[in-house]
Each structure stands twice: as C-alpha cells, then as structure tokens.
C-alpha cells in the first residue's frame, strides 16, 4: 500500500514468467487477456451471465460441468477444447444465450494466468480488456492502491495485444500513479503509435494472435475484442468467482 502522501505505483508485467518480478499481495493485479478470455468475460457478464468461473484446466472444466448447473467452455490453441462444447468467442455468449447462467471458462493463457497471480499471493484480482478499458480505468484511479498491469501473452511470449491494452491504461491514469517502470513506457509508446487503427496495426506487424485467429476466420472477434467499452461491467475475482462489480454481495453465494 502506498504512503498516504504519496502517489500509488503502477508496474506492467509483459509476460506470466515475469510475474515473479513483482509483488502482487498488495497491488490490484489486472489480468489481461484481450484475445479473448477477457474480452470473453466481460461480455458474458454485461449480457448477464450469474458469474463466471474461471479454471487453469479442462479437465476442472468438466469436472465443474458435472457437479453444477452450468456453461462449460474453453479454448487451447485458439480452438474449442476437445471435451468442451463451447469456446472462447465473445460472440458465443449473446444476452439470449447466457442470461442468468454461470460459466466455467478455461484458456490457453488468461485463466491459467489469473491462478499463478493467486499463487503469487494476489488478492485483489479483475480482468481487463479493451471492452471493458473505460470502468477499468475509472476503478484503478478510485482504488488509490499499488497496481500490477499482467499480460496473459501467449504461452509466456510477450504478444502486442496484451500490451496495447497495458499502454491505453497507462496513456488514461498515469497522472494518478508513480511510474518508473520500463515495461510500462514500452507499452504506452506502442499504444500511441497504434490507437488510430488498432486492428490495422496488429495486421500491418503481423501479431503472431492476429495471425493465429485470422486463420481460423475470427477477423471478427479480432475487431471485436480491440473495440473499446463494447462490455463496460467491472469483473471482481472472488471465492472463485469473477462477478460483475455491482453484483459482488448478492451474487457472495
């Protein structure tokens, strides 16, 4: 926790194998996973999903599935997990579909991301995604706590996605923060020279995620998750539950 007479600092951590660099007990810790299990979250939330579980395996995913009512959903590779009957779309999960139901989600990186900063000792966790840049903002300016920006990347590799993200939400609150942080600096700088056309500049470098969901036909998703406040809800990580901010003391069951 910061001094009260000074600014709260704010660290990003590019990859989960530099989370260990970091203290994450005493900082909110943003899990970032743009393409898609963020973005994926926070859609079925502000379509009214009860909560969301999020789980490091498939194999839990279906455990889950067979012990509650529930959605069970996941993705490894960009693909729907073999054992899964849903995926990680945002687009799979419209109000009609997903109102009132709870999903067990699991992905190739973000939910495995957000038990290692439990691991970690982490206890103030939420997503974070273009979707959802604006309420982000606007809590981690409230919170007046230490804060740790982490990017899901892709299997430990830095990916530019996660790092837009980083740098939009430094660009918006680092008045607000200490920052001396290269990390950070690198993903603003980015940032700025990507935020007239974000999708144009995943494709003008050849993101390695650009490339990857393009080839299974997902250029929509792609616009989708770098489109800024489409699911403007706040999720909160608690007893093991990611819900909706509002929701965090009637959905405590």
């Not at 935020?195 to 003008?204: A, I, N, R, S, T």
């Amino acid at each position: 926790m910061a001094l009260s007479n000074s600014k709260p600092s704010l660290h990003t951590s590019l990859s989960p194998a530099l989370l260990q660099l970091y203290d994450a007990n005493n900082c909110v810790v943003v899990i970032i996973d743009v393409l898609r299990a963020t973005s994926t979250i926070a859609t079925a939330l502000y379509n009214g999903a009860k909560y969301v579980i999020p789980v490091d395996s498939v194999a839990k995913c279906i455990e889950l599935g067979k012990q509650i009512n529930c959605v069970t959903a996941g993705e490894r590779d960009g693909k729907i997990a073999e054992g899964l009957s849903y995926g990680n779309s945002p687009f799979e999960y419209s109000r009609a579909f997903i109102e009132g139901k709870i999903l067990v989600l699991t992905t190739t990186n973000g939910t495995k991301l957000l038990h290692m900063a439990l691991d970690k000792g982490a206890k103030h966790i939420i997503t974070g995604s273009f979707a959802n840049l604006s309420v982000v903002c606007d809590y981690l300016v409230a919170q007046k706590q230490n804060v740790i920006l982490a990017c899901a990347a892709w299997k430990d590799r830095v990916n530019i996605e996660d790092t837009l993200f980083a740098g939009a939400v430094i660009h918006r609150i680092k008045d607000h923060f200490t920052i001396n942080c290269d990390s950070s600096g690198i993903a603003e700088t980015i940032y700025l020279d990507a935020k007239k056309d974000l999708y144009g500049y995943m494709k003008k470098h050849n993101a390695s995620h650009y490339l990857r969901l393009t080839g299974y036909g997902l250029e929509k998703d792609i616009r989708y998750c770098l489109t800024e406040d489409a699911a403007d809800v706040l999720p909160l990580y608690e007893d093991g539950k990611l819900f909706r901010l509002h929701d965090i003391h009637k959905n405590n069951v």
